[in-house]
C-alpha cells in the first residue's frame, strides 16, 4: 500500500481511538439543555375550532375546581379551606347569592376571583361565571352561566402574550423556539438550563399569533451515546492496526 494511504489510515483511526471520550463530551454538552423540547404552531383566533382547542388548553387557568381546592395538599394555600369549599359549591348552584361574613373565607374567595374567571365542581360539569362584589362587611358570592365568547375572552385574556412585553432573554428563547419549530425541518428547541424556559401561551408579534407549549420530552444521552463512542474507537483501533500491518508489509516487500 503506497505511504499516503497508510499514513491517512493512521491518521484515522488516531481520530477515532478516543471515540468514548467524544460521546461524553457531547453528553455534557447535550445535558446542559432541559429534557421538555418546546414547539410552537400559528394560530387563527377567529377561527371557531382553534377558539375551542385553546379554551380546552388553558381552561385550567382560568377556572377555579372545586375539588382541588378540597384536595388535602391544597390546604396551606387557604385560610378556610373547608369553609370555602361550602362556600363555592352552594354558588355553583347558582340559586342567588352567598352572603359571606367570615373573614377567611372572604380572603380565601376573594383570592380565587382574583385569579380566575370561572367555577365548577369537577371536570365532569360545565364552567360558570364566578361573580364576587363586596357589600360592607360581607362578601356577596354567586355563578353566571357562562356562554363560549365569555370563557374565549378570558382565555385570550390570560394566555395571550405580546412579544415586546417579554424580557430580552424571554423574547430570545422565544424566537428560537419559533425559528425551530416554524422553519423549513418543522422541529423543536430545547432551552439551556440558564436559559428562560417558555411557558405555554400565545405570543403574538406583529399580528401574528404562535401557540408555544412543550411538545417532547428527551431522555438525556446515555449509553446509547458511549456505545457508539466505543464502535469508533473499535473502528479506530482496526484502522490503525491495518495501517500498521500495510506499512510492515511495505517494508518488508522493499526489502
Known amino acids: ?14 481520530l477515532l481511538l478516543p471515540g468514548p471520550v467524544y460521546a461524553g463530551v457531547v453528553d455534557s454538552l447535550d445535558r446542559d439543555r432541559i429534557a421538555t423540547g418546546y414547539g410552537a404552531e400559528r394560530v387563527d383566533l377567529d377561527d371557531p375550532e382553534t377558539r375551542e382547542r385553546l379554551v380546552e388548553r388553558f381552561d385550567d387557568d382560568v377556572t ?19 369553609r370555602t369549599v361550602r362556600v363555592l359549591r352552594r354558588a355553583y348552584r347558582g340559586n342567588g347569592s352567598v352572603r359571606v361574613t367570615d373573614e377567611a373565607v372572604r380572603a380565601d374567595v376573594t383570592s380565587l376571583a382574583h ?9 365532569d360539569h360545565e364552567p360558570r361565571r364566578l361573580v364576587v362584589d363586596r357589600r360592607d362587611d360581607a362578601l356577596l358570592v354567586e355563578t353566571r352561566a357562562a356562554n363560549a365568547s365569555e370563557r374565549f375572552a378570558a382565555v385570550r385574556e390570560a394566555a395571550v402574550v405580546r412579544d415586546d412585553a417579554l424580557s430580552p432573554a424571554e423574547r430570545a428563547t422565544v424566537e428560537k423556539v419559533l425559528k425551530a419549530s416554524l422553519g423549513e425541518d418543522r422541529g423543536y428547541y430545547r432551552p439551556y438550563r440558564d436559559e428562560p424556559h417558555p411557558f405555554p401561551a400565545v405570543v403574538e408579534r406583529d399580528g401574528d399569533y404562535s401557540l408555544v407549549r412543550p411538545v417532547v420530552t428527551v431522555d438525556d444521552v446515555g449509553p446509547d451515546g458511549f456505545l457508539v463512542g466505543l464502535v469508533g474507537s473499535g473502528v479506530g483501533l482496526v484502522c490503525l492496526l491495518g495501517a500498521v500491518a500495510a506499512a510492515f508489509v511495505e517494508r518488508v516487500g522493499n526489502g
Open 115 to 123: 385569579n380566575a374567571s370561572f367555577l365548577r365542581p369537577d371536570f
Open 64 to 82: 377555579v375546581t372545586i375539588a382541588h381546592v378540597a384536595e388535602p395538599y391544597a390546604a396551606d394555600e387557604f385560610r378556610a379551606q373547608n
Open 1 to 14: 500500500m503506497p505511504a499516503r494511504p497508510v499514513l491517512a489510515l493512521f491518521v484515522v483511526g488516531l
